[in-house]
């Protein structure tokens, strides 16, 4: 019988030196990446104090402690680092790349700066000792890659260069990397990706990106790396318990937690992930759009004026072009897929073969910035996906660039474009939606090499850095249109200069003042609830969210796993109090974030307060929304102070 774990262990890379080790913890200590992280970054390289493109700002690429069992979605790779634009620790988290990291380790801790870009090679050939290859390559056949290699672009002409040049290794080891694209270079939101890798050729649709809050920026810009490409033939399983090594043995286990065998629970507590039989639908895609309806977010927020008359219109274009679109596409044609490990679920949804079709990105480059068809945002989604953008925040920096362009802030060839967007939500048309489209592709291009002087202020500072700076660039637009740059950004925000934009829902709890944001820490749902009440709320579900995301799990999977996952931390690894642990480690960011100048502060958007303002009314708190139109400044003051001041209580961190 196997005995369970009772090491993390993590190799250390140091690409100024071009040498690694290897380092064990007690899973007592350290059972997970986030733990990892917030105690290399808190304690050992005290990186607060540090510039955030530092070398000893330590990217931690972590699996979690059950990696190698038949567990369904844990063998995600989770990255910790501070981010370049909260200044303060971040969590984000990639799908299934941790199924083929078959090496004796559960993490990879990136420090010290390359002076030239690097490849780094980590493999394990079954002996239990990893080792770790560097390979510099010259910055200008790097930016030849990304420009265009074999047909394919950024991170998709990486890969090939990838196979091409060391395609004995993905053979013989199954393998598979982590990338950046140009967009880790020009911009604080470069993103890490991994293309699932199958007989030697991309598999594309099952492609999965740790984007949020500039991880591919850190790796690159802080370290150097532009690749990871990592396998082996090292048993995972070795020491996991052989009772979660065993199917039956799962089946009975979730019988007896659960009324019924794990494979039924998996996906019936995924459905919405896998086919929502209610809504023959299925996949974030598909069952976002009817469950937001005319709450969903368009034209840079600009729909949280209209009238419901107008917003019912607009999500008419999008249930008609992108969500039925979506439905013959990939339902009905069942092109689904994982993110690499194998899982009941296939959240993927792919279209054409080829287009992996999630919410988040389709809505921030589709609606978001006046684009409603699914083959326009397909455009403006594949070239964002390619150079490394997170597509989150890139829907938030075209869509404040539309904005600033649509109301004479900007001209349009101040930025590159060939004419000016339409946002005006009465002007919406099928026409529109595709000229957007164009002038969107044409900004990501400039965006991704640096190619216009504008744009790479916004993406290097940031919306709400560059909004300022813009206010005073340009104080005579400013006063003669009686608007200013920084009234039009949404953010969550974060000291003195950081911010991260929030996930395409319309609720406070995005916005809310909490100490990571930016990702589902938090109550998402539709919702205007006392500021005091939705804080406690909002730190249970931040707590429950870091738990998942420290062992290494797929969020999708929480409908079981946070209610199984403490029972089987304490039977089989001896680990008891899981929820407990990770609200220690949440006060732990917390302090980190406070040493770092990195915490939460009020809004300094005028859209900020209108879209808080806005949704006490549309989520029907008539106190709420009559204190705001009473003094809109005033109450969005009371409800932010006593939101943060009753999570300081929690948290115990005053």
């Known amino acids: 019988m196997n005995s ?28 997970g990446p986030v733990e990892l992280g917030v105690k290399l970054h808190l304690e050992r390289f005290e990186s607060w104090r540090k510039p955030v493109y530092h070398p000893d700002n330590a990217l931690v690429l972590g699996a979690g402690i059950l990696a190698g069992t038949k567990l369904y979605g844990v063998h995600r790779f989770i990255a910790v680092f501070r981010s370049p634009m909260t200044h303060g620790l971040h969590v984000s988290a990639m799908g299934g790349a941790a199924f083929q990291f078959n090496v004796n380790a559960d993490a990879l801790v990136f420090i010290g700066q390359s002076s030239e870009p690097l490849i780094v090679k980590v493999f394990d050939e079954g002996s239990g000792e990893p080792k770790v290859e560097f390979y510099e390559i010259k910055q200008e056949k790097l930016f030849s890659i990304w420009r265009e290699y074999r047909g394919h672009r950024g991170i998709y002409a990486l890969q090939e260069y990838l196979l091409d040049e060391y395609r004995d290794f993905y053979t013989k080891y199954s393998s598979r990397s982590i990338l950046v694209g140009p967009a880790a270079y020009y911009s604080n939101n470069g993103a890490l990706a991994s293309l699932t890798i199958v007989k030697g050729r991309i598999d594309y649709g099952s492609e999965d990106f740790a984007a949020r809050a500039g991880g591919g920026s850190v790796l690159l810009k802080a370290h150097g790396v532009v690749a ?51 809504l023959n639908t299925g996949g974030t895609f598909g069952g976002n759009y ?47 897929k994982t993110c690499g490990e194998p899982c009941p679920l296939a959240c993927k949804k792919v279209r054409k073969g080829k ?92 965006l991704a090499f640096g190619a216009n002087p504008l744009l790479r202020l916004i993406a290097e500072r940031g919306v709400r850095d560059a909004a300022k700076i813009l206010d005073v660039m340009y104080a005579d637009r400013v006063a003669s249109r009686k608007i200013k740059f920084s009234d039009l ?106 040493l770092a100048g990195a915490t939460p502060k009020m809004w300094d958007s005028k859209r900020i307060v209108e879209f808080m303002a806005k949704a006490a009314e549309e989520y029907g708190n008539s106190k709420w929304a009559e204190l705001f139109k009473k003094d809109m400044y005033a109450a969005a003051e009371e409800w932010w102070t006593r939101f943060y001041k009753k999570v300081e209580e929690v948290l115990g961190v005053q």
């Open 4 to 31: 369970a774990k009772k090491t993390y262990r993590a190799i250390f890379i140091d690409t100024s030196k071009k040498t690694s080790w290897i380092e064990e913890y007690s899973i007592d200590e350290v059972m």
């Open 228 to 278: 990871v490409v990592y396998g082996g033939t090292y048993d995972r399983s070795k020491n996991q318990p052989a009772e979660l090594l065993d199917i039956s043995a799962l089946n009975k286990l979730y019988t007896e937690l659960m009324s019924k065998p794990y494979p039924q629970i998996v996906i019936e507590t995924g459905s919405k992930y896998r086919y929502d039989s209610k």
């Open 290 to 336: 009817p469950h937001l309806g005319v709450t969903t977010p368009m034209l840079h927020w600009n729909m949280i004026y209209a009238s419901k008359e107008v917003r019912q219109k607009l999500h008419g274009l999008i249930m008609k072009y992108m969500w039925e679109k979506f439905n013959q596409e990939a339902i009905a044609t069942k092109s689904w």
């Open 355 to 446: 287009y992996k079709s999630d919410y988040e990105p389709y809505n921030g480059l589709g609606p978001f910035i006046g684009v409603f068809d699914v083959h326009d945002a397909e455009r403006v989604v594949e070239v964002a996906d390619a150079y490394g953008f997170d597509a989150i925040e890139l829907g938030y920096i075209i869509g404040f660039i539309f904005e600033a362009v649509s109301r004479g802030l900007l001209k349009p060839e101040e930025v590159g474009i060939s004419g000016t967007p339409v946002l005006d939500p009465e002007k919406i048309s099928l026409e529109t939606s595709a000229w957007n489209a164009k002038l969107a592709v044409e900004l990501v291009e400039k």
């Open 489 to 594: 950004p949404v953010y969550a925000v974060f000291g003195e200069n950081g911010h991260i934009s929030p996930n395409y829902y319309w609720t406070p709890g995005l916005v809310a003042p909490l100490y990571v944001l930016g990702k589902y820490w938090t109550v998402y749902s539709g919702v205007f609830m006392e500021p005091e009440e939705f804080a406690v709320k909002s730190l249970e579900r931040a707590f429950y969210e870091l738990m998942i995301e420290n062992l290494g799990m797929c969020r999708f999977h929480r409908g079981w796993a946070e209610k199984t996952m403490p029972i089987i931390l304490e039977k089989y690894y001896g680990l008891p109090g899981a929820l407990d642990r990770a609200k220690k480690t949440y006060i732990q960011i917390a302090k980190y974030q406070k």
